[in-house]
């Protein structure tokens, strides 16, 4: 097997460059995968010793049907909004020694990470130059960007990114893949950063347009302008940065996603001490155990994993209190199902999730938005203690923010953020991987505490106020509906979704499920066999 290049080289001062500013902590070499044991074994009850030649033997194979490894972090950080994820990836990504590994729906060669000035001296502002100027920099780095294969139509329109891509390809130190490893109508729809196999990241923003957005999500932001200069709407999203293990395991399933991609075979990379963590993010978790989930579908005799739908189920079942979500759709019929079981209960759960006002684009708002409002009348059939709900955040000036983010929180015991929506796609199509924290994993004991806090910045920044403001409401005893009522103002406010009024067309679009079906297959199938309801045990068809 040939073993791929490695040289870890200090920038040199007085040549103009940046240094590495690493982040030193006292550690052990980053231990080995969490072990596999056959599907269903309960987490608690797996022994570090066991079946680690099944490891060797099947690196894909998960610990359980909900997850597919859990390996300790020794430091785990939420990034809200892209503002400062941009920031902070762009430092990790300066610290690289060995490999940065992109893996994403869709880059956009034209942006500019930062949207600030930049002094002299400094990296270059656009993500195709930037990526030069880090194999440049660093003799030895190896630099792998996977995207979507079908999303490479849009470079077509993009003026120079093909001159950013040939000038990549021309660089040995950079390769680019296409992601074709999927049947028809399926995508690959992770967003992972992997450096040096020592720091990653997981969560739902890409290294695109239209995602730069501070937590303020300013009606007129001049920063918030596409590579044409043209301005976009506002835009939340979240992300999860992990450093060790867990992000050992990340580099494991990205190198597996190159290699299907047909980018041949990536060695880990060599242990190291130093960490691309960046010097001045203080992070929210240590120590923790981190579980990692994936959807992928079948295709050329590798088998489906449904980890995230069963993960997805499993925790809305649990859930004693609550359920705080942001997602980009509500459109899956086996969520929207759990959640009516739940409901139906004597006392259930109060379920509180926030997303977009519209779906982004003309046909995925007639189809997802017209599904939305099908399965939240179902629910309400059930919600007779009118325990659910799903809200939209606006701006001080009244435009609707469009929440991209893939983030869920369980009674302040599970955080959950990665790359899948609540939709069918990502519970059986797409390609997608899920991180979360469980307090009740023996060593996240103390985690709790700031899953609260988090719960508390994000319902801060939707409503306008301050976590310390929301946190003392909601110590009141309210629910997270009645609190956000409470705090209501004009301007910056988070709002009930008023369910439209649906055309007979609109409804057997969203009830076939078109854009989103629950199978592959189902592109193949008969108009007429493809009812979201004549499927459901538990949903009935609203009128």
């Known amino acids: 097997m040939k073993r ?11 040549d103009g460059q940046q240094g590495f500013h690493v982040a030193m902590i006292e550690q052990a070499d980053t231990p080995p995968p969490v072990p596999v044991v056959p599907h269903g074994t309960p987490v608690q009850d797996i022994a570090p010793s066991s079946a680690m030649a099944a490891v060797a033997a099947d690196p894909d194979h998960g610990i359980s049907d909900t997850i597919w490894r859990r390996a300790q972090a020794t430091r785990a950080h939420v990034v809200v909004d892209a503002a400062d994820y941009f920031e902070q990836i762009e430092t990790a990504m300066m610290n690289a020694r060995q490999r940065i590994m992109l893996i994403g729906w869709d880059f956009d060669t034209r942006i500019s990470l930062l949207r600030k000035r930049r002094k002299p001296g400094s990296p270059p502002k656009r993500l195709g130059d930037f990526i030069l100027y880090l194999a440049n920099r660093t003799p030895g780095l190896e630099i792998k960007l996977l995207k979507w294969n079908f999303g490479a139509l849009k470079m077509l329109g993009r003026g120079s990114t093909m001159l950013d891509v040939a000038r990549w390809k021309m660089h040995p130190q950079i390769e680019m893949k296409l ?21 990653a990241v997981c969560g739902g923003i890409d290294m695109t347009s239209d995602r730069w957005d501070t937590s303020d999500h300013l009606d007129d932001d001049p920063r918030r302008k596409r590579p044409n200069r043209k301005p976009y709407g506002p835009w939340h999203d979240v992300t999860m940065m992990v450093e060790n293990a867990a992000a050992a395991e990340l580099g494991q399933l990205a190198r597996m996603r190159w290699e299907r991609a047909g980018g041949g075979v990536l060695e880990p990379c060599a242990p190291q001490k130093e960490s691309p963590w960046p010097a001045s993010l203080p992070a929210e978790f240590q120590f923790v155990e981190v579980g990692i989930s994936r959807t992928r579908a079948e295709y050329e005799g590798v088998p489906p994993v449904f980890e995230i739908e069963k993960l997805f189920l499993e925790q809305i079942a649990r859930a004693k209190k609550f359920i705080y979500a942001e997602n980009q759709y509500f459109a899956s019929r086996k969520i929207a199902e759990a959640i009516a079981k739940r409901m139906a209960e004597p006392a259930p759960p109060e379920i509180f999730i926030v997303t977009a006002e519209n779906a982004d684009g003309w046909l995925e708002q007639k189809a997802m938005d017209s599904a939305r409002a099908r399965l939240i009348r179902s629910i309400g059939e059930k919600d007779k203690n009118d325990r659910f709900s799903i809200n939209i955040p606006y701006t001080a000036g009244g435009t609707g923010i469009y929440v991209h983010a893939k983030l869920t929180i369980v009674d302040d015991e599970i955080l959950r953020v990665g790359s899948a929506n609540m939709n069918n796609r990502s519970l059986g199509l797409d390609s997608e991987c899920d991180l979360h924290i469980d307090t009740t994993v023996a060593g996240n004991e103390t985690a709790g505490e700031a899953i609260t806090r988090l719960r508390h910045r994000l319902l801060a920044e939707h409503c306008g106020v301050s976590p310390e403001k929301m946190a003392e409401t909601l110590a009141t005893g309210l629910s997270m509906r009645e609190a956000v009522a409470r705090l209501t103002q004009p301007g910056r406010r988070l709002t009930r979704l ?46």
Do not use: W, Y
């Open 179 to 199: 992601d074709s490893a999927h049947p028809f109508g399926c995508s690959h729809h992770q967003k992972i950063v992997v450096i040096d196999d020592k720091f």
């Open 498 to 543: 008023e369910l439209p009024e649906l055309t007979d067309a609109e409804k057997a679009l969203a009830d076939q499920a078109m854009l989103d079906p629950e199978s592959p297959d189902e592109f193949f199938e008969p108009f007429a066999k493809k009812s979201i309801f004549r499927r459901s045990r538990t949903l009935n068809a609203p009128d």
């Open 4 to 14: 791929s290049k490695r040289l870890a080289r200090t920038a040199r001062s007085g």
